[in-house]
């Protein structure tokens, strides 16, 4: 699985203001930061979306950005040069 694009909406310490990270030219990257930047956040938006689950547990509440009601998570891939685009949402 290569990893093209991840949008996130109240996701964690992400509100809903932030801009799509495009991955599409990105051969190799490093996700470096101090602690509490979000870099474990990212890693856990891929795993929510495909799985439904993340480090934190099945429960999507532990997740949603506090004090909203409303969370997104948009990851896209390519997998055996198929692109697939994943959409998950909780309300």
Same mark, same amino acid.
């Given at each position: 699985m290569i990893p093209l694009s991840l949008k996130l909406s109240n996701f964690t310490s992400y509100s809903d203001n932030i801009p799509q990270l495009n991955l599409e030219k990105i051969h190799l990257a490093a996700i470096s930061g101090p602690n509490g930047a979000?870099?474990?956040?990212?890693? &856990?938006?891929?795993?929510?979306?495909?799985?439904?689950?993340? #480090?934190?547990? &099945?429960?999507? &509440?532990?997740?949603? #950005?506090?004090?909203?009601? &409303?969370? /997104?998570?948009? /990851?896209? /891939?390519e997998l055996d040069k198929n692109k697939f685009i994943v959409k998950r949402r909780r309300s």
């Open positions: 979000g870099k474990s956040s990212l890693l &856990d938006a891929i795993t929510w979306a495909l799985w439904g689950w993340s #480090r934190s547990g &099945d429960s999507s &509440d532990n997740l949603i #950005r506090l004090g909203e009601t &409303d969370m /997104f998570v948009e /990851f896209g /891939f």
